[in-house]
């Protein structure tokens, strides 16, 4: 499953569209809206995905996983629209049959999906916002 | 050559528009990226800038057609 | 939270037990019983645990993590009794600021559980039963 | 000294109860793996076992006293 989303993220749902019984091992991870970026208070974050684009990069991710690792499953959701700090903004379930592999497999997905997937989040603080990363 | 833009992030606050018509000199790519730095120089101060052609990267090198659909990606920042 | 259940273990709720609006990354690692053990049937799992020790063993767990990584909040639930095929044997989920450090804590505490902590499983398969890794 | 021991997995089996009664020479874990050893021969076969007293795992050099909780360790296996 892959999931651009305006909704909240269900964590459950992501995690059983992940889930097989040959599985064994299941790892998760998810980026939640921190209340604080560089001692700045954070207002709100907004998400914005090239949606199409985001979807195939996303794709060939997990075709780059599966080349590496025994995924089982896998399931990877993103918000976008207007996030508060708490907020769940993505979340990324990985099954494979042992251990190592899940966690691996997660991290190379959400390490990629952060370096390559068109979506874009601009961060308000109470005295203005930036496009995060734009910038040197 | 008439295209028109998508424009994302940052780029959509410099471009000003969610899809931009720019009217570009050349074929390529590469082609387009210059006239993009010259009509918007704001555009090189970014830490990157890809294109995108039918939502995927492209190379410099690739002839672009007013049918395809065209992007700027700007730094990403998802997750 | 740490906690040692026979009751079936709810992920959300462990994953809740675990985050912090400080944190911006959680990771959660599930391990579910396998249908499949060196190519023989599983038909179920037994799990016990010498309790009192078992929450010592893994508190010492969670403080050793804590000296290594920002750790916002944790929780674990292990089960005990019966286990069929699919089901979830262990839920372990780290909440951090940042994304390397929930990864690379939450894999050492289930790593660390493995080697420590006092539960045992007995698997059973249609033609007999073994302790796991009891002989060589 | 007469100690009463808790077992687990694959050592209840061996021992045959949840607490087995125990007469030991000596005082130590070292002394009690040596009584153990002869009088259930099965254990040396195992992986591992350690020796819990009071809830931690004890060192052969730990002298024990019969108000201690004392329980055999065979190799775990959780997760």
Chains 1, 3 share one sequence.
Request: glycine share 6%; hydrophobic share 40%.
């Amino acid at each position: 499953m892959i999931e651009i989303t305006e909704q909240p993220i269900e964590v459950q749902k992501v995690i059983e569209a992940a889930s097989l019984k040959e599985a064994g091992a299941i790892n998760t991870f998810i980026g939640t809206v921190r209340n604080q970026t560089s001692g700045k208070n954070v207002v709100k974050l907004e998400y914005e995905a090239y949606e199409p684009m985001a979807i195939a990069e996303i794709q060939k991710i997990i075709d780059r996983a599966a080349q590496q690792w025994s995924l089982t499953g896998w399931a990877i959701s993103h918000r976008t629209g207007t996030l508060l700090p708490g907020e769940i903004a993505v979340v990324v379930a990985v099954s494979t049959p042992h251990r190592k592999e899940s966690f691996a497999a997660c991290q190379f997905i959400i390490d990629s999906l952060k370096q390559t997937v068109p979506i874009w989040k601009k961060e308000f603080f109470e005295d203005g916002d930036q496009w995060v990363s734009a910038h040197p | 050559m008439k295209l028109k833009i998508k424009t994302f992030g940052i780029s959509r606050d410099i471009l000003g528009g969610r899809e931009v018509e720019l009217d570009m000199n050349g074929t390529s790519v590469g082609d387009l990226r210059k006239t993009l730095s010259t009509r918007y120089p704001t555009l090189d101060k970014l830490n990157s800038l890809f294109i995108a052609v039918n939502h995927e990267y492209a190379p410099d090198e690739k002839v672009l057609s007013d049918k395809d659909e065209i992007a700027l990606i700007p730094p990403v920042s998802g997750g």
